[in-house]
């Protein structure tokens, strides 16, 4: 019996693919363009299961649009910059462009062998010189065209790192690597002007239909659109200069409610406050150690300091608000102050209670229920869905019932009216910081001159490459701070501009940058400029882009803002401002935990191939333990339950990996890896091997009796899984090829029908399981390549069916069923009925009281 072994066959038909260039993008405006790409992946050493079901989705479209007649662009490369190489360079004392170009030379050779139709000419890495030369040029044209400005911002520092810290780097108030206690730091940083095109990238949304509604929501909610109310309280014996307090609310019909006005520990009258009070500097200095995220400052205890200050409220001058200095207010948000209305906001309640402070209801349900508990006597805080009708019980505006929405209006209109208000249109969206002070990263391209002050690096220098040991001294990244601060020779510079000694700015551009233009540089990755007009305006925009959901918001942003940004300063063309046509974010790969425990009760994790399930169940396959199982979860290497695709590939090849991970779910969804999984795979794939060697080795046509009916279910297999593809219903496709295999292996057709039916088969199956559709299609016959075949079309006329089966009810008891041509009459069906092996038996010789023939669709006997 032939058996399939994938370690002789799969090198094989990729050396075959290499040698023919089958992947190779070219451009030829005679033939359509498909681009489809995956999210590039950060080269931290290993791929999982879970790249390779990524890159599998976006293999299987590559090569289908391939075999329709698409030039098709399917490119890779790396993500490379970021805080991982230069962590792993403090730890081992190397250096992180060394330990990230090992990463990628691993990563690749293991991504290899899994067939993938990338075109590998196009490959690079965000870290080599030839592709951050180009952004540094992008962002001169940027600064030329005023999309990029320097400013001072309050950022999380780490004092002893001395560096910059982004939210998430942040755990309990402490830098995530050091332990330190993190401060905010005002500093002078770098800015994209992303804000400016608020309103644009939120409207464009609506025309993204290709992509997921949940992730247009998510972008449309961090841009937060949002229209309020902006107006000023007078304060009461407040210092000079501060005769006034500006605040910003999405909420003014609530004003009634006020109890207390609450300002950022960065706002300047609390700046001003702390030069003259030790016991409030201690508290802003306090505050400034949190992190700067809006969820941090959720989760954080609410606390205030009562600066003693009072202001007016704007209805009733008499009516006078205590100022607190409030460690959840940002500045950089509305104007850095707030009115606390405790009766509908739980973060006001929260503070209200701790200080005493007053909680009174602007509004309550329209139709209050009578076990509603109003926030001032111990309920929660009443925050109505703004569709929903209330009943304004201190109103000043409009009508007693009016929903949200409504409300808000009429509190405008009211405060415009009188002339103490202003009617404003805020976004949540905030410019773009590109700052980091670390070594491994895009240098920014600007040198300071005490003469000419910040000068653009001549466009003719660049790149301005990071320094390697070109001095002969290493670059010593356990001293803590930015490296680049201390590389003279590096940093010290002429001025651009007069030639005089000046310094180089010494902040590396953000991560996300590198990414946000990545996908326009694949189509022009070694162009002296950042795109060739020529080839940008053929392959963009990417047709299909595939990634994880946890970039659902700031990569896909920033990358929307970037392509605007490219088309002002003349990089992209104008259809291309929104880079990505579709969307798919596909699931999770997961598996069990297994786990034992240490002498302290301390779980101790153990890799999948280290245990093995036995008659008393999983056990350490070294000593025997006994092994906890957790249900299955998302793969993670703290916990071990990764799964190695070099040794799937090892035991049951690359298309067995394939095909298991595209088959047990929908792609949107999550799929659990299972051993088990993959062995049933396996016995599949090498069933449909045995059916072609079985099928070579027939020789001459026999005479079948079912060549027509083997042809018609030929036709209807392409149909239903061209349908598949083109619906990113992949596990569906594969469960009609299973389907299709049982066919020919029960078929009584010709061999000759059989082998044509077999290259068929290949054909289908090429997108998923390239390599053994390769061997089927040359092992019977098939001309040329498989992958450069064409795709085969279903015969819409071999998709007419013929009969149709019909259910047979004996007293409403389903008893077998009749198959019978389409068109017979009634007449001819009763006929049938009553030669029914299942009737005859029924009826005993007797006649049926009544025959009840649906047509087409059932037949039912009464006896």
Known sequence: MSRLIPSEIEPKWQVAWDEAACFEAVRDPAKP????????????????????????????????????????????????????????????????????????????????????????????????????????????????????????AVVNWDPVDMTVLANEQVENGRGWRSGALVERKELTQWFFKISDFSEELLEALDGLEDWPEKVRLMQANWIGKSRGLQFAFDTVDAPEGFEKVEVYTTRPDTLMGASFVGISPDHPLAKALESGNGEIADFCAECRRMGTSEEELEKAEKRGFDTGLKVRHPLDPDWQLPVYIANFILMDYGTGAIFGCPAHDARDLEFARKYDLPVVSTYEPEDRAADYEAPEFGGEAYVPLKPEKVRYVKGFAGAEVQTGDEGIASAIDFAEAAGWGQGVTKFRLRDWGLSRQRYWGCPIPVVHCADCGVVPENRDNLPVELPYDEDGTPIDFAVPGNPLDRHPTWRDTPCPSCGKPAKRETDTMDTFVDSSWYFARFTAPHAETPTLADEAAYWMNVDQYIGGIEHAILHLLYSRFFARAMHITGHLPEKSKEPFNALFTQGMVTHEIYLTRDEADRPVYHLPE????????????????????????????????????????????????????????????????????????????????????????????????????????????????????????????????????????????????????????????????????????????????????????????????????????????????????????KATVEAMVLEHDAVVKALAGGQPKKLIVVPGRIVNVVV
């Not at 995956?38 to 479209?61: A, C, K, L």
Request: a negative charge; proline letters at 5%.
């Open 610 to 825: 280290d245990v093995e399930r036995t008659d008393t169940g999983v056990k350490v396959k070294a000593t025997g333990e006994a092994v906890e199982v957790v249900p299955s979860a998302k793969m993670s290497k703290s916990k071990k339950n990764v799964v190695d695709p070099v040794e799937i590939v090892a035991s049951y090849g690359a298309d067995t990996a394939r095909w298991f991970v595209m088959s047990d779910s929908p792609p949107e969804r999550d799929v659990e890896w299972t051993a088990a999984g993959a062995e049933a795979s396996f016995k599949h794939l090498g069933r449909v091997y045995r059916i072609a060697c079985e099928l070579k080795q027939a020789g001459a046509p026999e005479g079948g009796t079912e060549d027509v009916a083997l042809a018609k279910a030929t036709h209807r297999a392409i149909a239903d899984v061209t349908d598949g593809i083109e619906g990113f219903a992949f596990n569906t496709s594969i469960a009609k090829l299973y389907a299709f295999t049982n066919t020919i292996a029960k078929s009584k057709a010709s061999a000759g029908a059989r082998a044509e039916a077999m290259r068929t088969m290949a054909q289908l199956m090429s997108p998923m399981t390239p390599h053994l559709a390769e061997e089927v299609w040359s092992m019977l016959g098939g001309e040329g390549l498989v992958a450069i075949a064409p795709w085969p079309k279903a015969d819409p006329a071999m998709l007419v069916e013929d009969t149709v089966t019909l259910p047979i009810q004996v007293n409403g008891k389903r008893r077998g069923e009749l198959e019978v041509a389409k068109d017979a009459d």
């Open 33 to 152: 363009k498909y681009y489809v790409l995956e999210m590039f992946p950060y080269p931290s050493g290993r791929i999982h299961i879970g790249h390779v079901r990524n890159y599998t989705m976006g293999d299987v479209i590559a090569r289908y649009k391939s075999s329709c007649g698409f030039s098709v662009l399917h490119p890779m490369g790396w993500d490379a910059f970021g805080m991982p190489a230069e962590n792993a360079a403090m730890a081992s004392g190397g250096h992180p462009k060394d330990w990230t170009y090992a990463n990628i030379a691993d990563m690749r050779d293991q991504m290899k062998p899994l067939g993938l139709s990338i075109d590998w000419s196009r490959e690079f890495a965000t870290c080599d010189a030839e592709y951050y030369a180009q952004q540094q040029r992008m962002f001169i044209d940027m600064l030329d065209a005023g999309l990029i400005y320097r400013k001072n």
